[in-house]
């Protein structure tokens, strides 16, 4: 029996998806299959998702010629995966694997195949992931059509050219730890001056949550909003000097691009 989508690796990228995609309706359980080598972690994906085809290894059967895969293991397990596809017959590939070309996966083909690569960031967890999309060299604008309205069932998606993955890395992978550090410095920052854990949590990420929601639903800049909040000569602005003469702009500069670098380092 063939699949309208198969997702290969259902650890905590490929289950995240599968669930966006049935909570979107993208597909019925019965045209999904997930194929995970983990015994274990099968019984989990069984346990969690019915009607879902969870199976030990992509067989030629489960490939018709619609059917997509969704590569999701580990970058040092990707082109073995790949190769596996390979045998089977996949058209139509989107990977979610950090650091791996296009290139390199269309190498494990034969002939033709489409790639999309995608970086997606840990937000897609709970359906509210940023994920930018790369073609490779035989993508036509239906298979990035397509690529987007899988990773659009967990967030929003961005389209750029490959060139640009290691910046988005850098920027939107990475971002989500850069913002914790922030929330938890800010949190330590509240307990020194004097409230207590728990009150300093419940400020730094009510009003982290509130903030965002600011951004988005006013559609006014971060600028704009933040000399709102700004009044000449006061508290905030007394806040700020110090930020700035810290340099902490300068130092968000340098983190971005030392992630993209490293990310640059690793696909080589
Ligand atoms: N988690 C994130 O937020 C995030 C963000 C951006 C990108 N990514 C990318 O997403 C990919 C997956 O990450 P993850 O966190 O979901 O990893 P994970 O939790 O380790 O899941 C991968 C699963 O795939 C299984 N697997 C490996 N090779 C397989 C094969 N040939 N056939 C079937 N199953 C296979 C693994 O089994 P074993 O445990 O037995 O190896 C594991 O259960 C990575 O390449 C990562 O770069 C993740």
Redesign the pocket.
Known sequence: MSFELII???????SALAEGLLSARWCEPGQLAI????RE?REVLTEGFTGVAVLA??ELGHVGPGTGIVL????D??E??AR?CAAVGVTRLLS????LSTARIEAAFAGPVAVVRS????P??VRKGVSAIAGGSHVTAGDLDWAESILGAVGTVVRVTEKNIDAVTGLS?SMPAYLFLVVESLIDAGVHQGLSRDVSRQLVIGTFEGSAALLVQTGESPEELRAQVTSPGGTTAAGLRMLEGRAVRAAFLEAVAAAAERSRQLGR
């Open positions: 290969v690796g259902g650890g905590r990228m490929g194929v995970e080598r983990s972690q290894s992509l999701c293991v580990k970058p397990h990707a073995g995966a596996l979610v694997v950090a650091g970086m997606p960031n840990t897609v967890l992978g």
